[in-house]
């Protein structure tokens, strides 16, 4: 079974604060992406990547950057977080080609 | 850029009813999946269905990429089909390949 994993199921933050969150798959896969969630607005794409080292802007990246060192793991960082940021983050394998996406179980983010 | 829209947007069934999802989607796309998110928050992909008819069980989805559209057919709905049920559409860009998702139908099947 393919597993993805990402570090917290519920987190709180503060206005301000720089905030990590960690995706890691067991799947070898290239492509790794995160999304955030809005209700009405469905699954949006905040950033992608395509291997080690390498990214590309998603369709909602400000205020987000990323960070891909090895292939397993692909991290969305918060610069200064605030409230419009509060969402439900999700990241996920594959997809957009002939492949199935994977999620994981997605990170409920408030900031406070 | 693509547009992808789901109808309804919410839906409530009385258990044991049927009921049909729809999926449309404004330009030739690589594939389209569909998934459920639980009320945890879990997305499961349902089916991977760029063209024809597939069937799980309950489920049975449908897509005809010359019309730009697929269905999604649930039969015998019971309780734990409640969630949020999201169309995606994948695609090639010149600066990049995505999946695109729609606002997602909202299901509550009542027991």
Redesign the interface.
Known sequence: DVKVTQSSRYLVKRTGEKVFLECVQDMDHENMFWYRQDPGLGLRLIYFSYDVKMKEKGDIPEGYSVSREKKERFSLILESASTNQTSMYLCALGGWDTTEAFFGQGTRLTVV | ?IQ?EQSP?DLILQEGANSTLRCNFSDSV??L?W?HQNP??????LF?I?SGTKQNGRLSATTVATERYSSLYISSSQTTDSGVY?C?V???ME??????????TILRVKS
């Open positions: 850029g992808v947007p690589n594939n999946q998934f945890w928050g879990q997305l499961i992909n991977y760029p999201f995606a994948g695609f090639n600066y990049g390949n995505k999946l695109v998702f729609g606002a997602g």
